[in-house]
C-alpha cells in the first residue's frame, strides 16, 4: 500500500543554519507529492509540492525535489530562521486521490 | 477571502456526552475531510465526503459521525462511544486533485 516515512524529530538547529528533513514514500505509479507546514495552535499549510519526477517545488526558500530513483522528496532550506520552527508534514496524493501524509517531524530553530 | 473556518477553537466534553465540531468552507470546494491529530502519529482521516448528501468512512470512524446537507458544511459529531477523544481536529477540502486547505482546528478535551 500507499506510505509516506519522513524522519523523526525534534530537529534543532541554529538559526542560518542549513535544514534538510528526509522523507521517502511507497506508492504504486506517479504520485503527487507534498510539504506541509503547521505552525502552533494552527492547522496544515501547504508549503510546496510536485507532480511528476525530477520536478521541484519551491516556497518562502524551502524546496523539495521529487526523485522518482530513491522515491524521495527530501525538504530543504539554505539558512532557516526562528520564524521557521513548526511542525512539517510529507505528503503523497495516488490515482485514488487519497491523500497519505507522513507522521511530522518538529523543527526547532535557535536563535 | 475564501477559506475553511472551525469552530469552536476549543471544546470540552463530560464523559458521556456528544459533541459536534463545526466545518465551514467558502471555497466552493466539492469535498471535504476530518481528521485526528495525536502527538506523534500525524493526520488520520475519521470521515470524507466527496459530493453533498454522500460521505464515506475513513481510517478511524468509529464512535464519530458526519452529515453533508449542504455544500459548504460538513460537521463531525464525536459520539459518547468514542472512548479516547481527546485529540486536534482538523479539517479541509479539496478542489478536483488540487491539495487539500486545512482549517485551524479545534482541540478537544474531556473534563
Known amino acids: 500500500g500507499n506510505s509516506v516515512t519522513q524522519m523523526e524529530g525534534p530537529v534543532t538547529l541554529s538559526e542560518e543554519a542549513f535544514l534538510t528533513i528526509n522523507c521517502t514514500y511507497t506508492a504504486t505509479g506517479y504520485p503527487s507529492l507534498f510539504w506541509y507546514v503547521q505552525y502552533p495552535g494552527e492547522g496544515l499549510q501547504l508549503l510546496l509540492k510536485?507532480?511528476?519526477?525530477?520536478d521541484k517545488g519551491s516556497n518562502k526558500g524551502f524546496e523539495a525535489t521529487y526523485r522518482k530513483e530513491t522515491t524521495s522528496f527530501h525538504l530543504e532550506k539554505g539558512s532557516v530562521q526562528v520564524s521557521d520552527s513548526a511542525v512539517y508534514f510529507c505528503?503523497?496524493?495516488?490515482?485514488?486521490?487519497?491523500?497519505?501524509f507522513g507522521k511530522g517531524t518538529r523543527l526547532h530553530i535557535l536563535p | 477571502d475564501g477559506g475553511i473556518t472551525q469552530s469552536p477553537k476549543y471544546l470540552f466534553r463530560k464523559e458521556g456526552q456528544n459533541v459536534t465540531l463545526s466545518c465551514e468552507q467558502n471555497l466552493n470546494h466539492d469535498a471535504m475531510y476530518w481528521y485526528r491529530q495525536d502527538p506523534g502519529q500525524g493526520l488520520r482521516l475519521i470521515y470524507y465526503?466527496?459530493?453533498?448528501?454522500?460521505?464515506q468512512k475513513g481510517d478511524i470512524a468509529e464512535g464519530y459521525s458526519v452529515s453533508r446537507e449542504k455544500k459548504e458544511s460538513f460537521p463531525l459529531t464525536v459520539t459518547s462511544a468514542q472512548k479516547n477523544p481527546t485529540a486536534f481536529y482538523l479539517c479541509?477540502?479539496?478542489?478536483?486533485?488540487?491539495?487539500?486547505?486545512f482549517g485551524d482546528g479545534t482541540r478537544l478535551s474531556i473534563l
Open positions: 465526503s466527496q459530493i453533498v448528501n454522500d460521505f
Open positions: 505528503a503523497l496524493m495516488n490515482r485514488d486521490d487519497k491523500i497519505i
Open positions: 479541509a477540502s479539496r478542489h478536483g486533485n488540487q491539495p487539500q486547505h
Open positions: 510536485a507532480t511528476k519526477a525530477d
